[in-house]
């Protein structure tokens, strides 16, 4: 009984934790673009090989997402995705690990990784606890807010000074 309630405990701080971080990246997302990139970036990382090591490890474990999903999440895991769990799942992983390395890019392929992201967090948000709702409307959010922010600057391979030479040297010259 004591082990219950260690996990509740433990599930819900994890709960809040990544709420808590969700509401933090709808902030940094606006303030500290190149931060939130490679937050977003990690969690993407994370979720791509998280995923892959359970669909092939143990992808009965996906099942358990339907206690809390939306009834019609609920039907679709109990009943057509079963047969599909590691296929599907696998899918999944290596969209989340294109997204995760469209953080690290610039111009559309940085576009076109975070509308992947966002339309990602969207559709998992009917889960339910078992994504943490509200977290994926969150940081879908976030990722929007980024991608309003920071459509053109790549984290890992442009140095922020040479991005500033750059935009000096290219200004216009109004004559005097």
Not at 16 to 38: E, G, Q, V
Not at 118 to 147: E, H, S
Request: proline share 6%; hydrophobic share 55%; charged share 10%.
């Amino acid at each position: 009984m004591d082990s219950l309630k260690f996990f509740d405990t433990v599930s819900w701080i994890f709960y809040l934790s990544c709420n808590a971080l969700a509401i933090f990246m709808i902030w940094i997302s606006r303030t500290r673009p190149p931060l939130a990139r490679m937050i977003l970036l990690l969690l993407f990382l994370f979720a791509a090989g998280f995923n892959a090591y359970t669909a092939l490890n143990a992808p009965w474990n996906y099942q358990d997402f339907a206690d809390s999903a939306t009834p019609f999440y609920k039907r679709f895991i109990l009943g057509a995705f079963i047969p599909i769990i590691t296929p599907m799942v696998l899918t999944i992983a290596v969209c989340q690990l294109l997204i995760a390395l469209a953080m690290t890019t610039r111009g559309q392929l940085f576009q076109v990784g975070c509308w992947a992201g966002i339309i990602f967090l969207i559709a998992i948000a009917p889960l339910g606890l078992y994504a943490a709702f509200p977290m994926p409307l969150l940081l879908a959010w976030a990722m929007l807010r980024l991608l309003r922010t920071d459509s053109g600057h790549a984290i890992l391979f442009e140095d922020p000074k040479s991005v500033k030479l750059k935009n000096k040297h290219h200004a216009r010259h109004i004559p005097n």
